[in-house]
């Protein structure tokens, strides 16, 4: 183990004291090592610990997918995660009512229209006081046909870094896998359910909200309480998880979240898919969620949640990501 751990340390392109640590792509040099590394390394023993465990995944992540967050040295293994959005500095916030103005003008042209079925970029960190799994951002496409039937493939894939291998957790065990390679595909019979988020959503602003709390009825204590803002996020990200929005429904959602309590809004970002959205920030109880809107629409482009607070058992330190989404047409 030793020496499979020198080698790894050798073929590290971004060294605590290099030039390009956190986002400088591979040298020629770090390639020539992660090729011998790849090619040449001797079968690793089947006994495996804890510690070891965590040192090889972390030497492998800084090596191959430079670009990710290490969370740090804490009592468990480092975990790879990708690196929390930033609002720019010299960007105008715009309140959500405007741009649920400027939703409701789009939504007057009624194009393009509400569709059945998602195109999600996604990344969760999956917490437990075991090894935690390393999980690299994954897309997912769920497509619906005629008979109700439905398809979902799910693909390993980083849109930082196309071309380059994925580490994943698959069967809890920590691999590489090439980009693009499909990591689950499936075909569900069909499904007539009535209840949401399966059933077509309202264009209604006041029946969508009653839509969204059916959602998340399930997970509520007490259902006699309006939904809390977290609550509507995330009865928001279960519906977008389910359909792709027309302009009528993005508008009726824009002006429920406009009038959602301590949802502020700090500017633009560019989100992990190259493109430029109006961020709005909640703060709850140990986390931050950041929702992002299109600007000239209001649609929502993606959902972040990271965490306020370290948290020694876990590893995780105040601005990591827990979670993010990015959901495309």
């Not at 989100?271 to 600007?295: E, K, T, W």
């Amino acid at each position: 183990m030793a020496d499979e751990l020198e080698l790894l340390r050798r073929a590290n392109p971004v060294p605590v004291d290099g030039p390009h640590y956190g986002d400088g792509p591979l040298d020629h040099h770090a390639e020539r090592h992660l090729d011998r590394l790849l090619r040449e390394r001797p079968p690793a023993p089947r006994r495996r610990t804890r510690p070891a465990w965590g040192l090889a995944a972390t030497a492998v992540v800084v090596a191959l997918v430079s670009a990710l967050l290490l969370t740090g040295r804490t009592t468990a293994p480092a975990v790879a995660a990708p690196r929390p959005l930033v609002v720019r500095a010299d960007s105008t916030p715009v309140p959500l009512k405007r741009l649920a103005e400027r939703a409701e003008q789009a939504a007057s042209a009624d194009s393009p229209a509400l569709r059945k079925g998602t195109h999600v970029q996604s990344w969760s960190l999956a917490m437990s006081d075991a090894d935690p799994p390393v999980t690299l951002p994954r897309e997912t496409i769920v497509r619906w046909n005629d008979d109700d039937s439905h398809t979902e493939i799910v693909v390993a894939t980083d849109p930082r870094h196309p071309g380059r291998p994925v580490l994943t957790d698959e069967g809890g065990e920590p691999r590489l896998v090439d980009d693009g390679h499909v990591l689950t595909r499936r075909t569900h019979p069909p499904s007539w359910s009535d209840a949401p988020p399966e059933s077509r959503p309202p264009h209604d602003s006041a029946a969508l909200h009653d839509y969204l709390e059916e959602t998340e009825r399930a997970f509520l204590s007490d259902h006699s309480q309006p939904l809390s803002t977290a609550e509507l996020l995330d009865a928001t990200k279960t519906l977008l998880d389910h359909w792709t929005l027309g302009t009528r429904e993005s508008a009726a959602l824009a002006r429920l979240l406009a009038d959602a309590q301590g949802l502020r809004p700090v500017g633009q970002v560019t989100d992990r898919l190259g493109r430029r959205g109006q961020a709005y920030v909640y703060d709850g109880r140990g986390s931050r969620r950041m929702l992002i809107l299109d600007p000239a629409n209001g649609a929502v482009l993606g959902l972040e949640a990271t965490f306020t607070r370290d948290d020694a058992e876990f590893g995780v330190r105040a601005g990591d990501v827990m979670e993010y989404s990015a959901w495309m047409r």
